[in-house]
């Protein structure tokens, strides 16, 4: 394994664990209505997740089926609230299987040579698999680590 690929396994562990982390906290059984911000509570933050989780899934397998990929398109705010809108009406069970099946069509792809800048969102720049799969990391935990506030729970 290369130097590279080293460092993309390491990104796609980390990305894993932030993942299982926040499924585990859905799989807990909770009231998931709270809120967490002004207008989405801990349900629809799982809706937001998935949703991104599965366009990076599709960008980056499009991109390794050699098919030209379509990112989201529009305002970030705008796309964040389709995001919950598209999302409210399946069930938090629903939402950790879809969220579990994009991960794994993210690690089916991601290391495929061809696979190099995916598409985030129109109007924004491409982003490398390295930085990607940061970025989502980092999104996940801090949206996890606002739930947990919350609920007070670690």
């Known amino acids: 394994m290369t130097d590279k690929e080293e460092y993309i396994k390491t990104k796609v562990e980390i990305l894993r664990n932030e993942l299982k982390k926040f499924i585990i906290f859905f799989e807990q059984g909770l009231d998931y209505d709270k809120m967490v911000y002004e207008y989405w509570n801990a349900k629809d933050v799982l809706g937001h997740i998935t949703f991104w989780h599965e366009s990076f899934a ?89 739930i947990s506030k919350k609920y007070s729970t670690t």
Not at 80 to 91: A, D, I, M, P
């Open 58 to 146: 599709r960008n980056i397998s499009d991109l390794g089926k050699n098919i030209k990929p379509s990112p989201l398109k529009g305002k970030l705010s705008e796309v964040n609230k389709q995001s919950v809108e598209t999302t409210k009406n399946e069930s938090v069970e629903n939402l950790i299987k879809r969220l579990k099946e994009a991960q794994n069509t993210i690690e089916e792809y991601v290391f495929l040579d061809k696979v190099n800048l995916i598409p985030y969102k129109k109007g924004s720049r491409d982003y490398s698999k390295l930085e990607h799969l940061e970025v989502v990391s980092n999104h996940i935990h801090k949206h996890l680590k606002d």
